[in-house]
C-alpha cells in the first residue's frame, strides 16, 4: 500500500464491493416463506441458517445435549452474530461448565436463583446484560427554546439520514439513530457519507451569508416513518425476536439503517436547500 500507487484504494474497493453490492434483500422478511420453527425469513435466509446450525452440530456431535440449549429460537441473523473459531463450544463441552438457558428470577446471598427454583451457588458473577442501543447520548443537549434532546428522542431516538434533528440547527451527528449496519461494508462509509453531508450543509450557511440551518419538521417526520416502516420488514425486526438491543421496550427498531449502503450514499450525497430551513444573518 505504500509502494504501489492506488492499491490501497483497490484493497479497500476488493474487501467492502460484496458487502455494498449485496445490498439488504436477503434480509428482508418473505411472508409466503413459511417455517414452523421461526429459523428463517427467506430462502437465502434459511439457506445460512442450515449452514450455521451445521457446524454447531459439528463442533458438538459428542455433546448432543448441548445442541438445543445453543439452537437460536429466533432467525438467522436476527440477532448480532457472534463468530466462534470453536473456543467457545470447546468451553461449553468442558466437565465443570455447565450451560444454564433458566431465566433469573433473583440473585441471593448464596448465588442465582433461576425461575426453575434452582439455586446455583457461585463465588463471582460477571454481568453482561448487553448495549443500551438506544441510548445515543453520553450527555445531554439543549436546542431552540432550551429543549432537551434526550427528552424530544425519548425510547425513539431518529434524525433525518441520522445527520440533523429539528429544534438543533446547527448540530450534525456522526453514528447517528439509525445509522448502524448489520448489513452491507462497513461504518466507515457511512461516516464518510456523514461528514461529506454535514460539510455540504455547512457550506451553504456560509456562501449564503446565513448563520443557520435546520432540517425542515415535515422532510424529519417523512423520512422517520419510511426508515420505520423499512426496517420493519428486515430480519432484526421480526415479532419473534423478544429480547434484541436493536429493539426498544415497543419492540421497534430505531437504530439499524435499513437502506443499502448505495442506497444511503445517493440519499447523502448533497444537501438539497429545500429540506432545511437557512436562517439569514440579522442585520446589524
Known amino acids: 500500500m505504500r509502494h504501489l500507487p492506488f492499491y490501497g484504494r483497490w484493497l479497500r474497493f476488493l474487501m467492502t464491493e460484496p458487502g455494498i453490492g449485496a445490498g439488504v434483500e436477503s434480509f428482508r422478511i418473505d411472508p409466503d416463506h413459511v417455517d414452523p420453527d421461526n429459523q428463517s425469513v427467506n430462502a437465502e435466509n434459511a439457506a445460512r441458517r442450515d449452514m450455521l446450525l451445521g457446524w454447531m452440530r459439528t463442533q458438538l456431535t459428542e455433546r448432543p445435549d448441548l ?3 445453543v439452537t437460536p429460537d429466533y432467525p438467522a441473523l436476527g440477532k448480532r452474530v457472534l463468530q466462534d473459531n470453536g473456543s467457545w463450544f470447546d468451553c461449553l463441552k468442558r466437565s465443570n461448565v455447565d450451560l444454564v ?7 441471593e446471598p448464596e448465588g ?3 425461575t426453575d427454583g434452582t439455586l446455583h451457588r457461585v463465588d463471582a ?5 448487553g448495549f443500551r442501543h438506544n441510548d445515543f447520548l453520553a450527555f445531554d443537549m439543549r436546542g431552540r427554546g432550551g429543549v432537551s434532546l434526550r427528552e424530544q428522542w425519548g425510547d425513539e431516538p431518529s434524525a433525518y439520514l441520522g445527520i440533523t434533528v429539528p429544534n438543533f440547527p ?10 448502524n449496519l448489520a448489513h452491507s461494508a462497513g461504518l466507515f462509509f457511512h461516516s464518510e457519507y456523514q461528514t461529506m453531508h454535514a460539510m455540504d450543509a455547512i457550506h451553504k450557511v456560509l456562501a449564503s451569508g446565513a ?5 425542515q419538521q415535515e422532510v424529519y417526520d417523512r423520512y422517520t416513518a419510511e426508515l420505520v416502516e423499512q426496517i420493519s420488514t428486515l430480519v432484526w425486526a421480526h415479532p419473534s425476536i423478544q429480547h434484541s438491543h436493536y429493539k426498544n421496550r415497543d419492540g421497534k427498531v430505531y437504530t439499524l439503517s435499513p437502506w443499502p449502503m448505495d442506497q444511503y450514499w445517493e440519499m447523502t450525497r448533497e444537501v438539497d436547500p429545500a429540506d432545511y430551513k437557512i436562517e439569514p444573518e440579522p442585520r446589524p
Open 170 to 179: 446547527n448540530l450534525f451527528l456522526c453514528y447517528g439513530p439509525g445509522t
Open 125 to 129: 458473577i460477571c454481568f453482561a446484560t
Open 101 to 107: 438457558r433458566e431465566r433469573i428470577e433473583r440473585i
Open 67 to 69: 445442541i438445543e440449549k
Open 211 to 215: 448563520r443557520a440551518i435546520e432540517v
Open 112 to 114: 442465582i436463583r433461576t
